[in-house]
């Protein structure tokens, strides 16, 4: 699976940005889909998760109540609706895809970078 991540860009604090990760090569719908942020100096951290159905999905504590993952498996895309955004929100962000059956994420994007200025 090839991934490629889109949508990242520097907004104002409260704002908004949607993230795009646009997927190719096995069947889309197979895998659980993931984001992922890791900012300067820091490791990287699980962000957000769906499940292969859309049915399950999973966050962070500190994004649950703002940001909002979704997927379209008709057109291999993972969506990350970001709002109300903080300055901590700040890093490169990343997607990712496992078979569900899998502990760890083995796909990765490129990552895209998100900046909210105070």
């Known amino acids: 699976v090839q991934l490629q991540a889109s949508g990242g860009g520097l907004v104002q604090a409260g704002g908004s940005l949607r993230l795009s990760c646009a997927a190719s090569?096995?069947?889309?719908?197979?895998?659980?889909m993931g984001w992922f942020r890791q900012a300067p100096g820091k490791e990287r951290e699980f962000v957000a998760a769906i499940a292969w159905s859309g049915s399950i999905t999973e966050y962070l504590d500190s994004v649950k109540d703002r940001f909002t993952i979704s997927r379209d498996n008709a057109k291999n895309t993972v969506y990350l609706q970001m709002s109300s955004l903080k300055p901590e929100d700040t890093a490169v962000y990343y997607c990712a895809a496992k078979a569900e059956s899998n502990t760890y994420y083995n796909y990765w994007g490129q990552g895209t970078q998100v900046t909210v200025s105070s």
């Open positions: 090569g096995r069947p889309f719908s197979r895998y659980r």
